[in-house]
């Protein structure tokens, strides 16, 4: 079992910059990829990035690539996403993901992960 809890959402305007955390508990954190997802209202569950165990590789959409940047904190059992660059678009409620049956290979469907948060809303004005 894992547990997940995002914060750091919030409301920036446009050019702006959020740094979103996901704190994990339950199974060793360190044994599994993690990824970000977002959904807007009205839209499907979207991957955003991924990153292996130990951060040697990452993965990004093409929608963020440039702009997001995706790490972990093993010692802190936390992952993180910096937003920069935001744009009205970015806007959702995101949601950071366990896979627990990867190490390495970043998924990127929602249905290759085991675990969710509940999300932390990302509101962006232009």
């Known amino acids: 079992q894992v547990q997940l809890e995002e914060s750091g959402g919030g409301l920036v305007q446009a050019g702006g910059s959020l740094r979103l955390s996901c704190a994990a508990s339950?199974?060793?954190?360190?044994?599994?990829?993690m990824g970000w997802f977002r959904q807007a209202p009205g839209k499907e569950r979207e991957f955003v990035a991924g990153?292996?165990?130990?951060?040697?590789?990452?993965y990004y959409a093409d929608s963020v690539k440039g702009r997001f940047t995706i790490s972990r904190d093993n010692a802190k059992n936390t992952v993180y996403l910096q937003m920069n660059s935001l744009k009205p678009e970015d806007m959702a409620v995101y949601y950071c993901?366990?896979?627990?049956?990867?190490?390495?290979?970043?998924?990127?469907?929602?249905?290759?992960?085991?675990?969710w948060g509940q999300g932390t809303q990302v509101t962006v004005s232009s």
């Open positions: 993901a366990a896979d627990v049956d990867n190490i390495i290979v970043v998924v990127t469907t929602t249905r290759g992960y085991d675990y």
């Open positions: 339950g199974r060793t954190f360190s044994s599994y990829v």
């Open positions: 990153i292996s165990w130990r951060g040697g590789s990452t």
